[in-house]
């Protein structure tokens, strides 16, 4: 079965600053492009953090430049500041000069190679919206965000449904008279016939679990051998 990879959604043009970047070019780019968030990168692109509107916004010259005088930051932005120990006035960044005073290091990074269920854990573990992708060496490759990952389950029925089937064993695919019928409706999935032995069925059931883009699995499987050892379970003895 073929895996999706970040590689296979993210953007690859992604506007970057470098370390030596000025504060007023920084912001610029930000506005310029729509963006909130660019990659801080060495002569050779490899990431060395992100600079995003959050960071710029602790210096009062932004505020006033792009957002008026009376702008005062979300109420969700201070509380999250506040929990994570952060004051508006933090005094390095608003004292920073360039990317490299401005940027929050490390950059929260995901390898090109890197499933979309692997992408989607981190951005979950770590509170982020997107992710820098980088090659072996953390050079920049792109940006992979929530709305690349949910892209993914706008796939067709008919695409999904191949790429279940390739996940399920020759031996176990449906035939004239057996074997595991898919069907495909809005992105769910139903799992049907009968099997010669269990872990037949039970690993097409996970495969299609693990598949990316799979709304919901639903199956009505079953088989004539059991061939799965099934471990007691030992209860102590009051």
Same mark, same amino acid.
């Given at each position: 079965m073929m *895996?999706?990879?970040? +590689? ?8 970057s600053?470098?370390?030596?970047t000025?504060?007023?070019e920084?912001a610029?780019?930000?506005?310029? /492009? ?8 060495d002569?050779?692109?490899r ?9 710029l916004? /602790?210096?009062?010259?932004?505020r006033e430049q792009?957002?008026?005088? !009376?702008y005062r ?8 500041? %506040?929990?994570a120990?952060q004051?508006?006035?933090? !005094?390095? +960044?608003?004292?920073? %000069? $360039? ?7 490390p950059?929260?990074?995901v390898p090109e190679?890197?499933s979309?269920? /692997?992408?989607?854990r981190?951005? =979950?573990?770590?509170?982020?919206k997107?992710?820098?992708?980088? =090659?072996?060496?953390g050079r920049? %490759?792109g940006?992979?965000s929530?709305?690349?990952l949910? /892209?993914m389950?706008l796939? =067709? ?6 790429r279940v089937?390739e996940g ?8 004239d008279?057996?074997g595991i019928l ?7 999935? $139903?799992?049907?016939?009968? @099997?010669? +032995?269990r872990? =037949?069925?039970?690993a097409?059931?996970?495969?299609a679990r ?9 199956? @009505?499987?079953s088989w *004539?051998e059991n ?8 209860w102590?003895?009051?």
């Amino acid at each position: 079965m073929m *895996r999706t990879t970040v +590689k296979d959604v993210m953007t690859t043009r992604v506007a970057s600053v470098e370390a030596g970047t000025l504060f007023k070019e920084v912001a610029e780019l930000l506005v310029e /492009r729509g963006i909130s968030a660019a990659p801080v990168v060495d002569g050779e692109q490899r990431v060395l953090g992100v600079v995003s509107e959050g960071d710029l916004m /602790r210096k009062e010259e932004f505020r006033e430049q792009y957002c008026g005088e !009376s702008y005062r930051p979300p109420l969700r932005a201070r509380l999250r500041r %506040r929990m994570a120990g952060q004051t508006a006035n933090s !005094s390095g +960044k608003a004292s920073g %000069r $360039t990317a490299a005073d401005l940027m929050t290091a490390p950059a929260v990074t995901v390898p090109e190679s890197a499933s979309i269920s /692997r992408a989607a854990r981190v951005m =979950d573990e770590c509170g982020v919206k997107r992710l820098v992708v980088v =090659d072996s060496e953390g050079r920049l %490759r792109g940006i992979v965000s929530q709305r690349d990952l949910l /892209r993914m389950y706008l796939r =067709d029925d008919d695409e999904t449904r191949r790429r279940v089937v390739e996940g399920i064993s020759p031996q176990a695919r449906w035939n004239d008279r057996e074997g595991i019928l898919v069907e495909v409706h809005n992105g769910i999935v $139903t799992l049907s016939g009968h @099997t010669r +032995k269990r872990s =037949d069925a039970d690993a097409a059931l996970r495969s299609a679990r693990h598949l990316e883009g799979v709304v919901d699995v639903r199956e @009505t499987l079953s088989w *004539r051998e059991n061939d799965l050892l099934e471990v007691p379970v030992a209860w102590d003895r009051p």
